[in-house]
């Protein structure tokens, strides 16, 4: 996937700026199961929302470097212990964020 350019994040960040984080990363921490969970409700929703928990064992940067290397997901912005992620949707009607991003 191609790397994203600087309107196309802002917009990306803009649309996330309401949305409320999907999945926690806790005291579990990172897992292949985890990731999955990600990539399908990606996969319906384009953009999203994580957040790690106080309790958790990992640091932001090495979730970013796990889901960037296992998965066609990019990081979008991290803020904090909050990180923003997209990936274009593969079925049409899942298509929402990507159109837009596309025409930037």
């Known amino acids: ?59 932001v940067a090495e979730v970013k470097e796990f889901i960037e290397a296992h998965s066609q997901i990019q990081v979008v912005q991290t803020i904090g212990h909050v990180l923003v992620l997209y990936c274009p949707a593969k079925k049409k009607e899942h298509r929402s964020y990507s159109l837009e991003v596309a025409k930037l």
């Open 1 to 59: 996937m191609a790397e994203l350019r600087g309107k196309q994040k802002r917009y990306l960040r803009s649309q996330a700026h309401e949305m409320r984080p999907l999945f926690q990363v806790g005291k579990d921490g990172l897992s292949a199961n985890w990731l999955k969970q990600i990539e399908d409700a990606i996969e319906k929703r384009e953009l999203l929302k994580i957040n790690l928990l106080q309790n958790t064992m990992v640091e």
